[in-house]
């Protein structure tokens, strides 16, 4: 299975700043992902990273607010921008490599909070 | 549209006890996966088990055993004997099954298990 790390772990940020997540794979992956669990919630996907191409967002997520990157196949980074207290929230970044597994691995997550 | 539902929100048990976490699911796929995870006060999501929807056969893994059934389109997880370094969120999940592709997973709300001495 892929290790997964991400940094940082937690962060206290102003309202109106931005934060950049990152999300580092052990291994090369062909999928990465980005979910949001907002307090004493489930987690929802925020967007598929791709590599060499542009991120694919769900309903409700859009790029202005949530700018991913995806360089290489063990890398990515969530930027959540212009931030407010309702993004308080645990980022976790999943991975996946469709040629050797079936199964998503998560990160340890990032806790924000905004004040 | 695939939707996952943990009709339990919380639980609490005492150490050794078993507790059953039900997850029902919905999906027009004919082929689909099926995840738990476990999710600790860390916060880090840990994989559990997957099982593929050709795959009825129920699996136990020390303490931990599912019990999958497509008839009533139930994923249930048993953790016998129960202890404490157990309590944590579990999550039920659900995702399509494709070649190729990534597979976006739906995720239940959750079951938040307590388990004390």
């Known amino acids: 299975s892929a290790v997964i790390s991400q940094k940082p772990s937690r962060d206290i940020c102003q309202r109106g700043t931005s934060l950049t997540i990152q999300c580092q794979v052990d291994s090369q992956v062909t999928m990465m992902f980005w979910y949001r669990q907002q307090p004493g919630q489930s987690l929802t996907l925020i967007a598929t990273a791709n590599q060499g191409s542009e991120a694919t967002y769900e309903s409700g997520f859009v790029i202005d607010k949530f700018p991913i990157s995806r360089p290489n196949l063990t890398f990515s980074t969530l930027t959540v921008s212009n931030m407010s207290p309702e993004d308080s929230s645990i980022y976790l970044c999943s991975a996946k490599d469709v040629f050797t597994t079936d199964t998503q691995y998560f990160g340890p997550g990032t806790r924000l909070t905004v004040l | 549209a695939q939707k996952v539902t943990q009709a339990q929100t919380e639980i609490s048990v005492v150490e050794k006890e078993d507790v059953t976490l039900d997850c029902v699911y919905e999906?027009?796929?004919?082929?689909?996966?099926l995840f738990w995870y476990k999710q600790p006060p860390s916060g880090e999501l840990v994989f559990l088990i997957r099982?593929?929807?050709?795959?009825?056969q129920n699996e136990i893994s020390g303490r931990y055993s599912w019990n999958f059934q497509k008839s009533t389109s139930s994923f249930n997880f048993t953790i016998t004997a129960s202890q404490v370094v157990d309590s944590a969120v579990y999550f039920c999940a659900l995702s399509e099954a494709y070649t190729g592709g990534g597979n976006k997973l739906t995720f239940g709300t959750g079951t938040q298990l307590k388990v004390e001495l």
């Open positions: 099982r593929n929807s050709f795959d009825e």
């Open positions: 999906t027009r796929d004919t082929t689909y996966y």
